[in-house]
């Protein structure tokens, strides 16, 4: 897990033992950021990555649709799936 001011991210293992979800919230800046350091360090290409979603907030209802509001969201969640080599 890495954490800054501005993100959180986190890896889950999936059913395939190369394979891994990487999950992290954050501001928009925040998640630009770690995805250009990820970058820069060869970890991965920034295409990898979902479009930025909203993070299911607890005001929103149990269809997870966020209410109507002119503020936007103030966290935002990036996804991607590595697959990883074993040596």
């Known amino acids: ?3 800054s001011s501005a993100c959180v991210v986190r890896t ?3 059913s395939t033992p190369n394979e891994c979800a990487m999950c992290s919230t954050g501001s928009l800046r925040g998640l630009d950021r770690v995805i250009k350091i990820l ?7 920034p295409n990898d990555w ?10 929103t209802g149990s269809s ?3 209410p109507l509001t002119t503020e936007p969201p103030n966290q935002w969640m990036v996804v991607m799936d590595k697959i990883l080599r074993l040596e």
């Not at 970058?39 to 290409?45: E, I, K």
């Not at 979902?50 to 005001?59: A, G, H, L, S």
């Open 1 to 3: 897990r890495i954490q």
């Open 12 to 14: 889950t293992p999936t």
């Open 39 to 45: 970058h820069a360090r060869g970890y991965a290409d």
């Open 50 to 59: 979902c479009e930025p979603i909203p993070v299911p907030t607890p005001d």
């Open 64 to 66: 997870g649709e966020r």
